[in-house]
């Protein structure tokens, strides 16, 4: 039995990159984990994950919804209470990245980003927490980004929303504890399709300056959501975890 065997979880952006490992690291940790997943994604990514996840015996099944969308996250959080009760551990996982210098970023291309990046953890943290506080129990778990301590030039937009995600996880948790815990991850850049809209020049030149001399891989960031869902997570709240190559040292 793992040690979130009677646990249910929710990771948003669950069915690719990160948020694949995450859901994998928690399943194999014996929780039940809702694999959230954008509406317009091909349900296929959804479904390979559910699968992966039994295979190993695990239990995972697929949430639809988009994260910036008031009435989808309420429907989302409602089925998921209407199957397993309160959310025990979310994960605030989904997210975009495009790169613009400021002065020629669009409008659409700002809202975008805070849509998902910052107000997508707002909005499902919202919903998912009333049913965490009755219970008295719960882990949130943010996956912000190290741009949001350090920034980053041409992602601006991206570094505001993990820095504002960064700063909510600090206020929530004042708010919220000893009853719910809220913590962050600021990985560093990670080897997942969300790099694809960024230029090779950008990749090799981070890549070059990281201490580690690499990108991440799903891999190094996954095993610190399950560790701070479990039972070594008990004592931090407020906290930013950041498995980054050395590439923010805050």
Do not use: C
Request: glycine residues 12%; hydrophobic residues 40%; without cysteine.
């Amino acid at each position: 039995m793992g040690e979130l065997s009677d646990k249910s979880a929710l990771v948003t952006g669950g069915s690719r990159g990160i948020g694949r490992g995450i859901v994998e690291e928690l399943a194999d940790a014996g929780a039940t984990v809702a694999v959230n997943r954008h509406p317009d994604e091909s349900a296929k990514y959804g479904r390979e994950v559910v699968e992966s996840v039994e295979t190993t015996e695990g239990d995972a099944f697929v949430l639809p919804g988009d994260v910036s969308d008031e009435d989808d996250v309420r429907e989302m959080i409602d089925e998921f209470e209407a199957r397993e009760g309160a959310v025990d551990v979310l994960v605030n996982n989904a997210g975009i990245l495009t790169q613009s210098e400021l002065v020629g970023m669009s409008v659409d291309t700002w809202d975008e980003t805070i849509a998902v990046d910052l107000r997508g953890v707002f909005l499902t943290t919202r919903f998912a927490l009333p049913g965490m506080l009755e219970q008295g129990d719960g882990r949130i778990i943010n996956v912000a980004s190290q741009l949001g301590i350090k920034g980053g030039e041409e992602l601006v937009h991206y570094s505001a929303a993990k820095g504002g995600v960064i700063a909510m996880t600090r206020a929530l948790a004042r708010e919220v504890s000893p009853a719910v815990t809220v913590n962050a991850i600021a990985p560093g850049p990670v080897e997942t399709d969300l790099l694809d809209d960024i230029s090779a020049e950008w990749r090799e030149n981070k890549e070059a300056e990281l201490p580690m001399g690499r990108l991440g891989q799903v891999e190094d960031i996954a095993p610190t959501a399950a560790f701070l869902a479990g039972d070594g997570g008990d004592y931090y709240t407020g906290q930013t975890l950041s498995p980054d190559g050395g590439d923010a040292m805050h």
